[in-house]
């Protein structure tokens, strides 16, 4: 079983940018598909980004493409997330997950697909 901890949220003002984290632990990092995701007061969990197992395939929510930036180091068993030109709409508790059953080439983009999930780091985003 896969455990996971985020890190790197926090307040920045519109324009500015964050590097989110995800450490895995527990399991072999390489197995997992990762995604992150983000839920804003009042709102479902959303799809935001996510990277096949060998890193070479990514895929992003419209909302955030072109300005975030996902990548993973299966050395250092990490996943990020960099995030810039941050909008307020941005503002959002951020989750990371793994997923161990997609095919090599895909991303999943349901919450449902993931297997583990981290218990998230809140970034808030002032105008």
């Known amino acids: 079983q896969v455990q996971l901890e985020e890190s790197g949220g926090g307040l920045v003002q519109a324009g500015g940018s964050l590097r989110l984290s995800c450490a895995a632990s527990?399991?072999?990092?390489?197995?997992?598909?990762m995604g992150w995701f983000r839920q804003a007061p009042g709102k479902e969990r959303a799809f935001v980004a996510g990277i096949t197992r060998s890193g070479s395939v990514t895929s992003y929510a419209d909302s955030v493409k072109d300005r975030f930036t996902i990548s993973r180091d299966n050395v250092k068993n990490t996943v990020y997330l960099q995030m810039n030109s941050l909008k307020p709409e941005d503002t959002a508790v951020y989750y990371c997950?793994?997923?161990?059953?997609?095919?090599?080439?895909?991303?999943?983009?349901?919450?449902?697909?993931?297997?583990?999930w981290g218990q998230g780091t809140q970034v808030t985003v002032s105008s």
């Open positions: 527990g399991g072999t990092f390489s197995n997992y598909a």
């Open positions: 997950a793994a997923d161990r059953f997609v095919r090599s080439n895909s991303v999943d983009t349901t919450e449902y697909d993931y297997d583990y």
